[in-house]
């Protein structure tokens, strides 16, 4: 990477160019997206980038869509630096990125029926880690160069609740993505990108000054083929744990499935002994047309 003057000067002129090519470029070169032990698989595939603004008034709404406790940028930067809300520079930005899953992963689990792949726990596992990894690679490098910045998702202040519903977080990561137009919520909740919905998201908060990405969606639902009345029910037959129907995702059975069945039993296979503690599933977002792209494109192409 570039000396602390080279980077500073790339983030003044175009920043919104260097911060993507630096998070595509630490995603594809990073050691730690790899599985050391299975030949150096890459766990990710180069990721899509979007900007959302930090006082965009969707993150408002959120709190009434998703719960009170869901935090703005604002707040969240503010919580990570100590500060009162007033004490906050005067335009944040959030950067948010999706992580598709490699092809191999995304077909081995595709073959599962019951249990995610060893490459898909794989992938929720060290994947995860590597997420991390990121967000501390980004924040890093906005704080050196004199920005403020932080992950929320990978802070102490990042809690997860539960309610009747089941569980929520104080940042969700999908929420935040949907705000940078990088993709649609789903019938199975899953937000479906344009590389997908087998994929994992992140995002950072910082005082540096990004173009938002403008959204397009014209709903929150408009790259699920269900809501856009097209007949697929591909991820209510997939799933194993009766969660999803025409209603939705029931995220308390989801949660039952992935504690209390699906990790009991994928660890008493062999091939998975080498895992510490891994909760994933993902049947859902394999083998389903809006897998690997938003399968409203080749809807639309029909139907020209
Ligand atoms: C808690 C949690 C769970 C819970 C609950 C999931 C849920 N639906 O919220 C459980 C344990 C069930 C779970 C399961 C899984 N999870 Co999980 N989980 C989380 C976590 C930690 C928080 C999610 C959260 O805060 N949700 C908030 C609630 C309110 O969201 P929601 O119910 O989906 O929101 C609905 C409403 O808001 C509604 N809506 C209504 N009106 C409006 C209006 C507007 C304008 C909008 C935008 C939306 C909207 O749209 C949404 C969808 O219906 C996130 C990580 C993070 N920090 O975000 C990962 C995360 C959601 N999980 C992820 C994954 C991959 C999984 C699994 C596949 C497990 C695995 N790895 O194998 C399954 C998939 C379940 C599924 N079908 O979605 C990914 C999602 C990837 C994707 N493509 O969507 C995330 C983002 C992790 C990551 N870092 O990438 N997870
Ligand atoms: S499988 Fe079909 S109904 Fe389910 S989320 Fe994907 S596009 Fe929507
Ligand atoms: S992650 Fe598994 S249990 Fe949860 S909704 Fe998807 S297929 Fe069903």
Redesign the pocket.
Known sequence: MSSLSGVQEKLETDPARFVEQEIKRFVLTSHDNRLSFLDDYLIWDEPLVGFADGDDH?FT??KT???SE?LTPREALATAYGRSLKGMPARLSVISW??PAAEKTRESNRAESRV?SRL??H??WYG?KF?FELHSHVVALLTRAGYLATA??SEPY?K?YTNE???????????????ANL???????????ER???????SVVTSLELPASSRTAA???SNCLFYVGVNCRA?IKR?PAE??DER??D??K??HY??DIAYPRKSSRDEYHDEKSI????L??TKVPCEFQSPIHKVKTKTK
Not at 165 to 179: L, Q
């Open positions: 969707i709404e959120y869509i998703i719960a869901h999706i992580l995610p898909w726990s992938t929720r995860e997420n929320p998702s990042f997860v519903r089941g569980p929520y977080s104080n940042w969700s990561e999908r929420h935040v993505a949907y705000a993709g649609t919520f789903s019938l199975s909740d899953g937000l479906i990108t997908g919905i087998a994929v994992r998201c992140g709903t929150p639902y991820c799933c969660a999803i939705g995702h995220k308390n989801c949660l992935l504690r909760a994933g599933c993902g859902c977002q």
